[in-house]
């Protein structure tokens, strides 16, 4: 980053140019946070699973600089101006949701936490998935005219998890038998 704003490349505006930097490697590591299991599933290879509380972690950490720039850099930590922002502002509201959503999880991801949470572990880890939908929409709404980005996010989302609803479904149950009717 020093590099960048020795040379100009910061932009105009370096604030939101960090603001955005943090925030879109924070939805790309969620989303190949979620791209993990599929990915395991479809080649039968194993190690994406142990990159996958990694992946998460990072991606909450990125989120955290995301939150950390807006807040101390953007608006000095005037919190009146913060909540006023989080109530009023429906994209921020999003995203400061979105974050709230992955703060469980960053804090329940060590193997402590699985044992004592068992089977509420992986219940309470599924709000990765409004999270990234929240985080996705968070995007589109603050983007003003070039909406490709957000986007490609959407349907990258989109896809990994109808992936999941297609693997859960209940047709799977009933789809043999329907073809041996037809």
């Not at 994209?91 to 703060?103: H, K, R, S």
């Amino acid at each position: 980053m020093q590099a960048l704003g020795g040379l100009g490349g910061l932009g105009t505006n370096p604030i939101e140019y960090l603001t955005h930097e943090t925030g879109i490697w924070a939805l790309r590591l969620l989303c190949l946070t979620l791209l993990m299991t599929p990915l395991r599933r479809i080649t039968g290879w194993s190690w994406p699973m142990r990159l996958r509380r990694m992946l998460g972690l990072y991606a909450f950490f990125y989120a955290c600089l995301h939150l950390s720039i807006w807040i101390g850099l953007d608006l000095f930590f005037d919190w009146t101006l913060i909540w006023d922002d989080v109530l009023n502002r429906p994209y921020i509201t999003l995203g400061f949701t979105a974050w709230l959503l992955l703060l469980p999880l960053a804090v329940t991801s060590t193997d402590a936490m699985m044992r004592r949470l068992k089977r509420r572990w992986v219940q309470l880890h599924r709000l990765v998935y409004p999270a990234a939908i929240l985080a996705v929409l968070h995007f589109w709404w603050l983007t003003r005219a070039d909406y490709r980005e957000p986007l490609l996010y959407g349907v990258i989302l989109a896809v990994l998890l109808g992936w999941r609803v297609i693997q859960r479904w209940p047709w799977k149950a009933w789809s043999g038998s329907a073809r041996r009717l037809g």
